[in-house]
């Protein structure tokens, strides 16, 4: 297993993933058919747009070879918070087969290493109100609702309601090191 920087060369790879994740992630949340229908094409497009931009970093998870998810993040885009310390992640997926394997954790822990060694403090994401799962999986990471919430209008759902999560960062210790903490 390796992480690594995305390349333009990932594009297709990481949109494959992103449209299959989120298939199984919104499963409940959105329609079946809305599901079906997302198109790996214009994931592809907007994954060349996200990784020309300087401003945000995307890495990937590599197992035997393959990539098997992603995390995304970098400044962070809201305009009500402290915008010089406080990061966002914008974004964690994984093929549904990796699930609960601690891939996610893995992924998170190095973005925010990262996002440390670049003088953030605190980090924040964004999570559909409905999506459990995720929420779950931000909570056992330390992540809190931070209380504010968006609603906005997608091709696929008229209203889908987010809401946003907060905590603060540190540099990750590996279990069994001095200063290490236990994830609750």
Known sequence: MSIR???AADCRNLAKI???ASQAAYRGILSDHALSTLPVKAFETVWRQNL???NRTDIVLEKDGNIVGFASYGPLRDK???RENICELY???LVEECWGAGFGRILLEHALNDLVGRGFRESV???LKDNEHARKFLERNGFEVEGATRTFASSIRSHLEEIRY???IEPFVPPGEPGASTPT
Do not use: C, K, L
């Open 80 to 82: 009500d918070m402290d």
């Open 5 to 7: 920087q995305a390349t």
């Open 18 to 20: 992103h449209v299959e």
């Open 91 to 93: 974004g964690i997926y």
């Open 166 to 168: 907060r905590r603060e």
């Open 125 to 127: 994401v964004w999570v």
């Open 52 to 54: 020309a931009n300087p």
